[in-house]
């Protein structure tokens, strides 16, 4: 029997995951199968069970159940934990293991775009599971602040307190930013896939600053125009994130991790994006 893995989520039809473990699976020599199930929220505590029953190996979680499917693993990793968010999950004999690859992607595209986080005011949007699993990396970075913002400061501050003790990180609403100045703003909100971006003040980016927003493709067009619109000198969508993530993935799974440039690089050039 083929190896079965997938990516789980609502929208799915989207997803570039599909595309990229299969050229990950050919540059290595091995064979698999890996879809793109779209599993609505009231169907999720149903589906998983189900997957496993029949022989998925691994599952990667995107929008909307990051937070969800966390709490539905027999165990976790340690960051997967303090996260209170899951990316992958891995099959063992009586059920599911969440693992969060998130951080690890997001700061290995970082490096790769030449964005530094150490003494660097960071602004980020959202409160949800994609946020929840880059903020402990980030502040691994020692940067000098990190700010959690939503359109109301509740949720911020609920995360704001489990990530405390790992570094200065400080909640804060939207439109409280006004007179903020940041280096690298990164979105997490899911607002793109609505063709919108959160109500922001003006003049959020300081001299030489990043943006940066978590989505790919369309899902990351308006907050990466809106950011070019107030002066940001580097604009990435989160493309080379989802590669670097499905690579930590696919290492889990399989014990190997692939190399990346070659899919980035291709997913690049055929506007894949």
């Given at each position: ?27 290595l020599g091995v064979t698999l ?134 570094g200065p990180i400080r909640p ?5 930013l006004k007179g903020d100045r ?92």
């Amino acid at each position: 029997m083929t190896d079965r893995y997938a990516v789980i989520g609502q929208p799915i039809a989207h997803s570039l995951s599909p595309r990229i473990h299969q050229q990950f699976a050919r540059s290595l020599g091995v064979t698999l199968c890996y879809e793109a199930i779209e599993i609505s929220a009231d169907r999720l505590e149903m589906m998983l069970p189900r997957l496993h029953s029949e022989h998925y190996l691994g599952l990667n979680v995107t929008l909307p159940h990051k937070t969800a499917v966390s709490a539905l693993c027999e165990k976790h990793s340690e960051r997967a934990e303090l996260a209170g968010a899951v990316n992958v999950l891995v099959r063992s004999a009586t059920g599911w293991c969440g693992d969060n690859t998130d951080g690890e992607g997001f700061l290995c595209d970082l490096d790769r775009l030449g964005i530094a986080l150490q003494g660097r005011r960071v602004l980020v949007l959202g409160a949800g599971g994609a946020v929840r699993g880059i903020l402990a990396p980030l502040l691994s970075r020692a940067p000098a602040e990190v700010v959690v913002s939503g359109r109301t400061p509740w949720r911020p501050e609920e995360i704001a307190k489990v990530f405390a003790a790992l570094g200065p990180i400080r909640p804060a609403a939207h439109l409280a930013l006004k007179g903020d100045r940041f280096d690298l703003v990164i979105n997490g909100t899911a607002a793109g896939h609505e063709g919108t971006v959160p109500r922001l003040p003006q003049g959020l980016f300081a001299d030489g600053a990043a943006a940066y927003d978590l989505s790919y493709g369309k899902a990351a067009e308006p907050f990466l125009a809106w950011a070019e619109a107030q002066g940001a000198a580097l604009r990435s969508d989160g493309v080379g994130m989802l590669v670097e993530q499905a690579a930590a993935s696919f290492a889990l799974w399989r014990g190997q991790r692939p190399e990346t440039a070659p899919v980035l690089a291709a997913l690049r050039e055929s506007g894949g994006t």
